[in-house]
């Protein structure tokens, strides 16, 4: 965490410099387009996290290693896609259901295949982006070449899972 | 919101806004929504407002105070606060360096330098360009709808999308490596990194027996 906190430092004072040396100096464009983003998380990702972190020690751990958990292999890994591909929302959603399920006893293949699920499939980002701006085609022909990624992506992490 | 502001950088700020749902009339002249299509819905709607993030903290606060104790409850609100004061500054330069990356790399010019490559190279090209696009779905699907409407390959075109959502350094950065932890992001984010170029081959493959055809230049 800390490499990659400094490498982020290193490469923002890399752009800032590169921004400078730009006529016109747009480090304020940069800086609003950052604000724009960081603006629907000021509230939501605490109360994401801390909802999250209160779920964390009354959720039914049994029933999330038996049917997610390191053990549960390849049928792990097909559960863990059907549930990335429903899962609602963006990261701000997503990633703090992911780490209760992975604090939960959620195995490493299994986690590595729900979050590919959730970024390939993206049930969320299809409704409001990608059907209406791509067409219904487009949609099946990226969805229809996308299926298999979660999978494949969980067994690659399957030897790596401790 | 977001888009309206991006609306400056031009033609695909004007796509953006387009398919985000602003006026009708601008969506069309966009030629981002065909007649047929059903009028977008925002992400706000998927996003859902703080309101109801409030409600959901408020209720599992309330259940881990009854199942699980005071003390319980105590202890997963110190645990939140605390992963917060860690993760805020990095996803806060994350964002800083998406800001800057989108302000100094001109879009529709990578779209054009993209649209003439194929082959190999085309996906190659595309997952790198992918990785290391920053932003959410307003700033990846632009430069995809001008790359296909310009005629590239529809591989290259899903090569990108699959990069910038599987590989993207900007979704490591802000997300996985602050919240995740710096073992099981690595991890994910390597065993990912031939995804790109299954997706785009298996999209060639598809797309030569059923073509997609491009959207009808209308404006």
């Given amino acids: 965490m800390l490499i990659a906190a400094l490498f982020l430092w290193l490469v923002l004072a890399l752009l800032a410099i590169v921004a400078h040396r730009r006529p016109g100096r747009p480090h304020h464009a940069a800086a609003k387009l950052a604000l724009v983003q960081a603006k629907p998380l000021a509230l939501r990702l605490p109360l994401a996290i801390l909802a999250a972190g209160f779920l964390a020690p009354i959720v039914p751990r049994e029933l999330i290693a038996a049917w997610l958990g390191g053990a549960s292999g390849l049928t792990g890994i097909l559960v863990a896609t059907g549930v990335g591909a429903i899962l609602p929302g963006g990261p701000m959603v997503t990633f703090p259901i992911v780490i209760l399920l992975f604090n939960a006893g959620a195995g490493t293949a299994q986690t590595v295949a729900l979050l590919t699920a959730w970024s390939v499939l ?39 899972a401790p | ?20 749902g602003g006026e009708p009339a601008t969506a069309a002249s966009a ?30 606060g309330t259940g881990c105070w009854l199942l699980a104790g005071r003390a319980a409850f105590l202890q997963a609100a110190a645990d939140s606060l605390l992963l917060l004061a860690r993760i805020t500054p990095l996803i806060l330069a994350a964002m800083l ?10 879009r529709d010019k990578v779209a054009r330098w993209l649209g003439g ?7 190659a090209l595309a997952a790198a360009l992918g ?13 995809v709808y001008v790359l296909w409407r310009s005629g590239a390959d529809l591989g290259t075109a899903i090569a990108y999308l ?3 959502s599987v590989i993207g350094l900007h979704r490591l950065f802000i997300w996985e490596i602050p919240l995740l932890g710096t073992d099981l992001a690595i991890l994910r984010y390597v065993v990912s990194l031939p995804l790109p170029f299954v997706a785009g081959l298996l999209a060639r493959r598809i797309a030569a027996r059923f073509p997609v055809p491009a959207p009808r230049e209308e404006a």
């Fill in chain 2, 97 to 106: 360096v998406g800001g800057y990356a989108q302000t100094l790399i001109p």
């Fill in chain 1, 122 to 160: 993206a049930a969320h980002r299809v409704l409001a982006f990608e059907l209406p701006m791509m067409g219904g085609r487009f949609v099946l022909l990226r969805l229809a070449a996308s299926l298999i990624l979660p999978v494949l992506a969980g067994l690659a992490a399957l030897p790596f």
């Fill in chain 2, 131 to 143: 990785a290391v696009t920053p932003g959410g779905p307003f700033a990846s699907f632009p430069l």
């Fill in chain 2, 31 to 60: 030629g981002s929504t065909g007649p047929g299509r059903p009028a977008p819905a925002g992400p706000r709607v998927f996003g859902g407002g703080a309101l109801a993030f409030g409600l959901l903290a408020l209720a599992a």
């Fill in chain 2, 162 to 164: 699959t990069a910038w």
């Fill in chain 2, 1 to 20: 919101m977001v888009i309206r502001r991006l609306g400056r950088t031009g033609r695909i700020g004007k796509l953006a806004e387009g398919a985000r």
């Fill in chain 2, 117 to 123: 490559r194929s082959g190999w190279r085309g996906l």
